[in-house]
């Protein structure tokens, strides 16, 4: 079975304009989550959800949204970028919010 | 902002040589999970830690659980160049959502 699916694989934005990220989930599994990985730092939770509904929020401002298909495929969206928001954005699919998630390789966003 | 500290940060070994990282929180967390990440891909799961004082071994990998639930340890005996990596701990919060050090980038050398 294919794992969790990112794209695009590499992204570069210029400060200012909008992005957004694509993850389409382990067949089977209802729950992603997404995270922000900067480099040199673990990562840091964004976003979870659960059957096209948002079940938990990071510490992130409203520049940041998401939202989950009925197909529990999900997208990430950045709006006004900025320099800070350069990182490895990574997806991760489970079958529930508490089972053991499974992470994607990860799209790498680059704003200069 | 890392709740979870890891250390090193960096560790430098020959091969055969054994290693410990360590991740400490000021907070107690339900379970501990280890990752690691290589570059290019997401981290990939090595194990659950769930009870306090728990040892499990995944071959050459020893994970402890502190008492308190609030530290952990991974070991590697006789260490080989495909476990260079960068090794992540995370706390299991609440609706399973994750919360990660800072990693230890462990690089091991022919």
Known sequence: ?112 | TQLLEQSPQFLSIQEGENLTVYCNSSSVFSSLQWYRQEPGEGPVLLVTVVTGGEVKKLKRLTFQFGDARKDSSLHITAAQPGDTGLYLCAGVGGWGKLQFGAGTQVVVTP
């Open chain 1, 1 to 112: 079975d294919a794992g969790v699916t990112q794209s695009p694989t590499h992204l570069i934005k210029t400060r200012g304009q909008h992005v957004t990220l694509r993850c389409s989930p382990i067949s089977g599994h209802k729950s992603v989550s997404w995270y922000q990985q900067v480099l040199g730092q673990g990562p840091q939770f964004i976003f979870q959800y659960y059957e096209k509904e948002e079940r938990g929020r990071g510490n992130f401002p409203d520049r940041f949204s998401a939202r989950q298909f009925p197909n529990y495929s999900s997208e990430l969206n950045v709006n006004a970028l900025l320099l800070g928001d350069s990182a490895l954005y990574l997806c991760a699919s489970s079958h529930s919010e508490t089972h053991t998630q499974y992470f994607g390789p990860g799209t790498r966003l680059t704003v200069l």
